[in-house]
């Protein structure tokens, strides 16, 4: 399959809470990988399959949440769950910047030999 990112992905491997607006419900996630333009993210239930989906993100313990309008395009499953690559629509400029963030504090070992992707 021929890679169509624009940005590198840096794995995160991390369970985030997920607060979904259509289902006035908290969920929970594991982010596979993100960037500033998407992420990968798996769920114990599927998402609205509504396009595009609105949810907020707490990437870090402090449940400062990052909301974002993403696209679907493309869902797996694997091993009971569900998988999706997710496209940003929309996305604040903070929230972007609390994302670099993330990145440079969480992935630095990453972030190393990939700054020049940023």
């Known amino acids: 399959m021929n890679e169509q990112r624009q940005l590198p992905r840096w794995q995160v491997k991390r369970e985030a809470k997920v607060w979904l607006p259509q289902r006035q419900e908290f969920s929970h996630c594991v982010i596979e990988d993100i960037n500033l333009k998407g992420m990968c993210a798996s769920f114990s239930k599927k998402l609205p399959q509504e396009q595009p989906v609105n949810f907020s993100l707490s990437l870090d ?14 869902i797996r499953e694997e091993n009971g769950r569900y998988v999706y690559g997710m496209f940003f629509n929309k996305i604040l400029d903070a929230d972007k910047d609390r994302i670099y963030q993330y990145i440079t504090c969480h992935c630095s070992d990453q972030f190393k030999d990939r700054w020049w992707a940023v």
């Open 61 to 74: 313990d402090n449940f400062e949440f990052v909301k974002l309008e993403v696209n679907l395009p493309w």
